[in-house]
């Protein structure tokens, strides 16, 4: 079954950040097109899409984008913990 598309809203509490952070990971290219869709003016995302793509330009970036290494970190941290 494949994954259900959430609105922009659902990703910024999932990351713990606001709604302009992911609308600034969008316009920065960290989240890229093939993860979501847009519609007017409604973002809808896969989450799962975006965790691998944030992680994925953690790697690529290194530490030039020190709110998206800390975010990625702390997310791979929590997820640790389960």
Known sequence: MSESFVPIEDVAK???VSISTVRAWVRQKHIPEDTY???GSTYRFRISD???A???S???TG???TELTVLVDS???EDDDK
Do not use: C
């Open 50 to 52: 975006v965790e691998s």
């Open 37 to 39: 869709i847009k519609i």
């Open 14 to 16: 999932h990351f713990s």
């Open 63 to 65: 530490d030039d984008d």
């Open 54 to 56: 944030l992680t994925s």
């Open 58 to 60: 953690k790697k690529h």
């Open 75 to 77: 997310w791979q941290a």
